[in-house]
């Protein structure tokens, strides 16, 4: 055991049980709602290589970061990146001056918001160090999980109207009727938003083992076997090889720079990385499992569901000769008409069977965003489980009621929309696409990007790499091979820092 663990901390049940909820908090609405979709609107094949490139380079070393220093550290987020540096250093106070003078540069060009963050983020960093990665796993939650309760929400509805035969719909004005009447009424939308937040409390109430663990253990097979069941119905319809082709055959021709921007992001939103819940996951797990095997097994099963959910979509959509660039309706107005015209009258059976999947895909992410507030609640802050659970819950559900009356546009929000278009000259969409883009677009990958940079300069690579075997502390284990270390080093201190910047300036136009 290593000398650092206390004993007293809740821990998984086993080895299975971290593989399960790591791999439910990764596999969720991003593999079976957004990567269709996403994939849909960018054209296919190279999308879909491009995203698997930045899981392989950018996403797998930075879980590795993640998941080692939380179970070196053994305690929640906040509490282990400042264990590795517990009063700034020089270089950090270095860091800090140049954000505090590049946050004075903003606001005199009035970039007001900007400034102002950058601002707080600056003075944080010179009082608190790198704490201040933990206080943004403990704070991106809230932007995440209140727009991913609404779509979460969306599917339990889904799921009901299936079985309620209230899918019966065959085109897409029907489609879109039904649609409506479940995301543009306030009452309607926001009842079903806070019953699947109140699922995930109830989870998080009942703590890691008896709650996330026992939950994951039951729902994910679950969620497999629907998932093959939905495969062989969708690949045996004609001319379903359409779809398979576009799925896979890249065309780097449709491939625009903000799809690369989006393929990256989506890779850390997909593999739950860049804002250190692999942390607080990994903060809960004996020294006794290995973590490179188990980092391996969980990005093969996130990567594996996302391209078996193409497999059920997309044939699918080819075979009816449905529009694929829907963008988030995608799922929700679709699919239920594919099922019934190919299904006949067990419709409804493969609708509902389509969002229970969908459901429990949410269900089991959405227990984990929560989970890493909670575990900074409790750890650094001393709430108690319980009272972290609810507290942390109605926050992130009251942000998430303003997703939910805010879809389509900001027209239930006004003032919001002013103050944002003042603090950062514009508001694009509306609250619920903000909270999206704003996420995996940008909080994920430069929390990613601050990750690789911390670990791999800051507390060195050889200490993630000392980590990855069972009891890195014990007296037999060996030191880790040059191998291992030149490769691990490369990768996190390197490649995937270049990776992230490359793709940001690609996408501001300047490479
Ligand atoms: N990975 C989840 C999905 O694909 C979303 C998610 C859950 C997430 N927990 C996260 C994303 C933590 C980033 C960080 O739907």
Redesign the pocket.
Known sequence: MSGNARTSREKWGGNIGFILAAAG???????????PFITGQNGGGAFVLVYLLCVLLIGLPIMICETTVGRWAQSDPIGAFGKIEPTPGRRTRTVAVLLFLSAAALLVCRHYGQGAILMILSLTLAVRGWRIIGYFSAL??LV??SY?GTVGGWTIAYFFKGLAHSLNFTTTEGAAEVFHSVEAIPGVSVSYQLGFMSLCAVTIWFGVRQGIELVSKLLLPLLFLLLVVLIIRSVTLPNSGEGIRFLLYPDFGKLSAEGILLAMGHA????????G?LTAYGSYLDADKNILTNSLIIVTL?TGI?LLSGLVIFPALFSVGMPIDQGPKLVFQIMPIIFNSIGGSFGWFWSSSFFLLLTI??LT??I??LE?TVCCLVDHFHFKRRSATVLAAAVISAIGVLCSISFDDWSRLPALQRAITFLFGGAKGSMFDMADKL??SYL?PIGGLVISLFIGWGWGTDNVVRQLPAHPAAADTPEPSLAARLFWGIAIRVVAPAAIIIVFLHTIGWL
């Open positions: 908090s990764a596999v969720g609405l991003g593999n079976v709602w957004r990567f991106v939650p995440i999980l991913y850390f939103f997909s593999l739950s990385v860049g804002l819940l996130d996302a895909a949410a992410s959405g984990s965003l890493v996420s995996s994920l």
